[in-house]
């Protein structure tokens, strides 16, 4: 059974940081690529951050680009998402998944609120 445990979300203030953590179960983790996603309030789920397989690879959406630094452990089956300089805008809930139509889907998420 596939399955994505999500972690490491909270409730920080404008400036601060967070790491979030994956830790994924039921496939090959090496063989795909993987993502981190949000879901805002009110808004579509939207892709923030990938990397390839080998870890080699990463890419960010325009909002979060030098801010947030995705990496993978594929000994451990993890991916992470390091968040930096957060602000109220990246407040979310956060997903990871492969990035494959082959995977329907999604964890329970980690709640990240960026408030003062």
């Known amino acids: 059974q596939v399955q994505f445990v999500e972690s490491g979300g909270g409730l920080v203030q404008p400036g601060g940081s967070l790491r979030l953590s994956c830790v994924a179960s039921g496939f090959t983790f090496v063989n795909y690529a993987m993502g981190w996603y949000r879901r805002a309030p009110g808004k579509e789920r939207e892709l923030v951050a990938s990397i390839t397989r080998t870890g080699v690879g990463t890419d960010y959406a325009d909002s979060v680009k030098g801010r947030f630094t995705i990496s993978r452990d594929n000994a451990k089956r993890t991916v992470s998402l390091q968040m930096n300089s957060l602000k109220p805008e990246d407040t979310a809930v956060y997903y990871c998944?492969?990035?494959?139509?082959?995977?329907?889907?999604w964890g329970q998420g980690t709640q990240v609120t960026v408030s003062s």
């Open positions: 998944k492969p990035q494959s139509s082959t995977f329907t889907s």
